[in-house]
């Protein structure tokens, strides 16, 4: 247990929680930082099944999930993330260009790059309820925002929990390239407010190549 985990363990053992934290942050450290755009996701919960009255938790999303998950479809929460990932390693190509995840070990490889936390640390269900969620991120806020400077990534990618960001703090994002997600400067870092990577609102190539062209334009130099 690294120091920001302690730390987290701390708060959770004086709000007398249930389940013991779910740990997360960055997947692998040295890949991490070699990356010239530092990609930090930020999502609601992470959904374990347990049976009533059980005690879960206790295990990290990131090392334990992450690095060593069997990926065997390509539906769900990660592949979007990888496919955002690789994009930006291959300098910014197209999601159509991208191999499916389940066909390439350098597409499941690119998770390695990337951080990703949740707001609700503790075991959560397959849906969320946003009512919790939200309680737990007033509760959290403060190291939630220590982790976040802690980890220190260039981009910031909120899935599907933007508005938590946005109302909090009275922020005015907008979308800054064609079918892009809404996007701004905060605290010192690119944030885009995008849909939960496993959403069906929009298609995989419009959710992926927008959050790709909106780093891509955020981060061009002048």
Partial sequence: MNTSESQFQALADINNEFHRPIFDGIVDE??????EFPVLWILKEPWEKLGENVIGGGWSVTQDLLLNADFTSNRGTFPPMAYVAYSILHDFISCESIP????DLRV???LR????????????KTRANYKIINEYFHKY???LFSQIKEI??????CGGTGHYIVN??????KPI??????CCEFDGRNWIFAYHPSQTTIGKKQYVDGITNTIKAMTAKP
Avoid: C, H, W
Wanted: charged content about 30%.
């Fill in 141 to 143: 806020k403060d190291f």
């Fill in 30 to 35: 040295e890949r991490f930082y070699l990356q």
């Fill in 100 to 103: 499916k995840m389940t066909q």
């Fill in 168 to 173: 909090t703090y009275g922020l005015s994002p």
């Fill in 177 to 182: 390239v064609d079918k892009g997600p809404a």
């Fill in 152 to 157: 220190d990534p260039k981009i910031v990618i």
């Fill in 108 to 110: 499941r490889d690119a």
């Fill in 113 to 124: 790059t990337i951080a990703y936390i949740n707001i609700k640390k503790f075991p959560g």
